[in-house]
C-alpha cells in the first residue's frame, strides 16, 4: 500500500460520472466522517466558474442524485466547504502551474481523471510537467481504456511513462459494488463450497447483466462501443474472473489479482469457425430511431466461454448482457450437477440439480436450491420438491446502508489500496479476449438479431442454451 492522500484532484469534475456518483459518493463518506482530516477535494473542468459556483453545483447534484433520506442540506454544505475549482483545459499547459501551487505534493494526492480517454496523455504529460506525477500522487483512470488491445497498450504506455503500476488505479465500478465483493467472502470464507467449485461438481454457470436503459443519450460513445467492449470486456469478464479464480494466498492486491488474470488468460479464444455456434449478437428494436443512422453496433451479446484449466475443464460459461432487457438484473447463477443415482425411484421428472444463484443487483441475495420432502405420507413414492435457502442482504444487514461502488473505490483510492482496482495484464487479457471475439464475428459475417425491447434478447439467446439442453435463468 503506498500512503494516504491529504488533496483528491477531480478532472471532469462536471461532467455525468462526477455529478451523479462520485460528488454523492464524497459526500456520503464525508458524512459518515470516512473521510482524512482536512482532505481538500480541488475539481476541474473547462467551465469557467468560480468555488462558490461550483459549490453550488455539486449541491445541485447532490439534492439530484442522493435518496431524499439522506441528503441534509446542511451536511451538504458543509461537505461542499471542502472543495474548490479551477478551470483547466486538460489540454493545453495552462492552468496546471496553478493547480499545482494550490496542492502540497508532500503530502499525497490522488488524481481521477475522469475525462474522455483521448484526453489522459495529454493530462498526465501537463501533471508530470508541474511535479504532479511524483512519487506520493496516485492517479485512478476510469474506463474504457482503449477500444482494443493496441489502444489500450498506448494509453498504458502512455500512464506509465510517468507513474509505475502501483500508483495507477485503474476503474472497474463493479469491483466496488458490495455484492461483487461478497463473491469472494462467499467463496474463500465458507468451506462449504470450495469442495464442489470445480468441474466435477457444476454442470455450467451463467452470468446475467440485463439492463432496461438504452442509449441514455451517449450515442456517440455507445454507437462504437456496443455490449461487447461497453460490459463484456469490463465487469464481465471481471466478474468471470472472480467467479473461476483460484484461491489467492491473501486478499492483498497481488495474490488477488495475480489469480484473476490467471483466469482472463485461460479463457479460450473463440474462432471465426466456432462463432456462430458460440456468439449470438442482438440489437434492440427502437435502438435506431433513437441513435438516428444505420448501425450495426451490438445492444446485446450472449456468449458460450471455457476457461481452459484443471480446475474447469468442460464447463460451458454462458454471459449475457444486454440493453433494453425486461428487467434489471446482474445474476451469477451456478447450477451444479444432477446427484449420480436417484434412490428414490422413478422420479425423475421432479429430481432437479442444485442451483447457487448469486443476486448482485437490484436485489442482493443468495439462494441455493436445495430438493426437499414434500410433506405427505407418500403412498405413491416419496415426492421431492425445490426449495430455496435465501439469504437476503438486506435482512441480515438491514442496519447497514447501501452504498454507491464508488464511495469504496475513492476511498481505496485515497488511502492507497489498490486490491479493487485493475492490474494492466489484466485489461491487457481482457482486450485480448475482446479483440479476438470481434475479429472472429466480423470474419464469419455475423450481424445482430432484432430484438423486441422489454424481452430477454434475440431466439439465438435462447437457442444458445438449449442447444446444450440448458435454459437462462429467467
Ligand atoms: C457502465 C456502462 O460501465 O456500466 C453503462 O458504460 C452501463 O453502459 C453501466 O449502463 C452499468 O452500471 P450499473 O452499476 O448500473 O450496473
Known sequence: MIGQSKTLLLFGATGDLSRRMLIPSLYGLHADGLLPDGLKIIGTARSKLSDDEFRETAVEALREHLPEDFFSEMTARRFAQRITYLPVDVTTPDGYQELASRIDVDEGVSIFLSTAPSLFKAAIDNLAAVGLAGDTVKLALEKPIGTDLESSCEINDAVAAHFPENRIFRIDHYLGKETVQNLLALRFANSLLEPVWNASHVDHVQITVAETVGLEGRAGYYDTAGASRDMLQNHMLQLLALVAMEPPAAYDPDAVRAEKVKVLQSLRAIDADSAKANVVLGQYDGYLEELGDKSDTETFIALKAHVDNWRWAGVPFYLRHGKAMARRKTEIYIQFKCVPHSIFGNISGQMQPNELIISIQ????????????????????????????????????????????????????????????????????????????????LRADMTPEAYTSGGWGPTGSTELTQRDGRAWND
Open 362 to 441: 437490484p436485489e442482493e441475495n443468495i439462494r441455493i436450491k436445495m430438493m426437499t420432502k414434500t410433506p405427505g405420507l407418500d403412498r405413491g413414492g416419496m415426492s421431492l420438491r425445490e426449495v430455496p435457502l435465501d439469504v437476503t442482504m438486506e435482512g441480515a444487514f438491514s442496519d447497514y446502508r447501501r452504498r454507491i461502488a464508488y464511495e469504496r473505490l475513492l476511498l481505496d483510492l485515497i488511502e492507497g489500496d489498490p486490491t479493487l482496482f485493475v492490474r494492466r495484464d489484466e485489461v491487457e487479457a481482457q482486450w485480448n479476449y475482446i479483440d479476438g471475439l470481434r475479429a472472429s464475428w
